[in-house]
Nanobody
């Protein structure tokens, strides 16, 4: 069974940075569309940073554009989300996922368990 495991979530202050990691096993991450998603209490899960399986194009949600950076390391079979200038509204559970497209969470087949990011002073 394909598996994704996130790590790196933490409690930080506004303006600080965090780097989330997502390790894949039992499948090759580079062959799939991948993405980072987040879900705050009472809200729908949203795609925030995705890499297309077609051409490797990267897309970001407007809320994180210019602050977050997604990357993938084929040698390590892993992906990352560098989050800078964090804001309280970035507080959510963050998930990595694979096997979907258009950064639409309903299309993704494989999910990690999630990691909590809390931004608070």
């Amino acid at each position: 069974q394909p598996q994704l495991v996130e790590s790196g979530g933490d409690l930080v202050q506004p303006g600080e940075s965090l780097r989330l990691s997502c390790a894949a096993s039992r499948f090759t991450l580079a062959l799939y569309g991948v993405g980072w998603f987040r879900q705050a209490p009472g809200t729908e899960r949203e795609g925030i940073a995705c890499i297309s399986y077609r051409d490797g194009a990267i897309s970001y949600a407007d809320a994180v554009e210019a602050r977050f950076t997604v990357s993938r390391d084929s040698a390590k079979n892993a992906m990352y989300l560098q989050m800078d200038k964090l804001k309280p509204e970035d507080t959510a559970v963050y998930y990595c996922a694979a096997g979907g497209f258009d950064c639409d969470y309903t299309t993704y087949n494989y999910w990690g368990q999630g990691t909590q990011v809390t931004v608070s002073s």
